[in-house]
C-alpha cells in the first residue's frame, strides 16, 4: 500500500525543498567566510585597522568570523526547516489551502518575532 499520487508529490517537493535551502545557506556561509579570509590585504603580523590594535588577517579573521556566523546559520536553517516542514504537513492533510494558510503564518509570526 502506497500513499497517495498527491501525498508522495508533496513530499518529495518537500524533500527538494529542504536540500535548496541547505545549500543556500551553506553556500552562504562559506562564502561569507572565504571573503572574510581574503579581505585583508597586509601581511601577518602587520598591525592594520583605525588605531585600536591590529587586525586579525586571513584564516584567523575566518575562523573569528565564524564564531558568529556559523550559530546565526544554524537558527537561520533550523527555522527554514521548520517552516518547510509545517508547509508540507498543512499540504499533506488534505485542508484547502491550508500550505498557504501555514506558510502566511509562519511568515508573520518570523517577522513578528513569536517563537511559539
Request: glycine share 10%; proline share 3%.
Amino acid at each position: 500500500m502506497g500513499e497517495p499520487n498527491g501525498v508522495s508529490r508533496i513530499r518529495r517537493i518537500a524533500i527538494r525543498a529542504h536540500l535548496l535551502w541547505l545549500v543556500v545557506v551553506a553556500g552562504t556561509v562559506a562564502l561569507t567566510l572565504v571573503h572574510v579570509a581574503q579581505v585583508t590585504k597586509a601581511r601577518p603580523g602587520d598591525c592594520d585597522g583605525i588605531g585600536f590594535g591590529c587586525s586579525l588577517h586571513g584564516a584567523d579573521a575566518a575562523v573569528f568570523a565564524a564564531l558568529y556566523v556559523v550559530p546565526i546559520a544554524l537558527v537561520v536553517l533550523a527555522l527554514g526547516h521548520t517552516i518547510i516542514a509545517l508547509i508540507a504537513h498543512r499540504a499533506t492533510r488534505g485542508e484547502p489551502h491550508s500550505a498557504i494558510r501555514a506558510a502566511s503564518a509562519a511568515t508573520r509570526r518570523a517577522s513578528s518575532g513569536d517563537v511559539g
